[in-house]
């Protein structure tokens, strides 16, 4: 297994070389560029590793290796303790059941530690070989901000579709299939807001910071990730807003069905109340019972319960009851 999975030096003059993966290199001396160091966090040296880096204290050891935590950002002097979360985009996986990736920035050095793979991470190695990377460590966690916000939309839009479908659904009748997945698409929103809302926090925290290695551009850049982070959090209100809606909907179109099946079945108890009682006293082992004798006597009776159905019928459809 691979401690590190990614490791570059980009220098002042923003060229990015890849540097061997066998070891953590020490901060470089000012003027010299940045490296950047991606850790696996599953890999079982990692501990030792970190305890013997001795510009490593035990806060930011403690903070990399945290099992999980919640997006924010922790100012130490002129280093930087950032944790942001990213989509699980891996096969299989739920985008909600979102990805940590914990970051210590030195003014001359990046150590970054993820525990599952994140495809952010992936885009960023892939852009520092392919493109002009950004000279500054401030700009190069800016990039990997608006990169991770990158890979949320389409995940954000899919779920706008959905509810767009629960929709149509309602329009059309289709609640059965409606009803199950309106508590999901909530879920998911809630779940993805949980993080969202404080990473947008952390990073509008981190862009007011007055550091050496966060040029001006830098903080407008990292304040764009932050404004872009606030529009996907209101993307997932209205989300979650729409599927509150959606759910009173089907609860309205429940109750509403209810109630004309009780209407139908108060509509029928009342036809055949009366029409029980006509033919319950003709029933009766009685003298004097009318039409005793009479051959038609039975279907004298059931046109009389006919005519008495007919007429109640007629009285319902009067009173707008039916």
Known sequence: MAFILHAFHISSEGKAVALPKTEMG?????????????????DSSIQTVFEADECLDKIAEITLLAEDSRPRTILRDHDVLINLRGVNLNPGAEPEDMIGI??????TRIVSVEKRPLKATGDIAERL??????TTPGGFLANFAQSMIDRMIPTITALNEQVDDLEDKIETGDTETARPLVSELRRTAIMLRRYLAPQRDALNSLSQQKLPWITQDDQLRLRDS???ATRVTEELDAVRERCAIVKDQLTDLRAEQMNNNMMILAVLSAVFLPLGLVSGMMGINVGGMPW???GMGFWFVTAIVVGIGALQLLIFRLMKWI
């Open 226 to 228: 932050a404004d872009q």
């Open 26 to 42: 020490l901060p470089r001396e000012a003027g010299d560029g940045y490296d950047w160091y991606h850790i696996n966090r599953n």
């Open 102 to 107: 914990r970051f210590f920035i030195q003014p």
């Open 292 to 294: 005793v004798e009479n």
């Open 129 to 134: 070989l392919t493109q002009p990377p950004p």
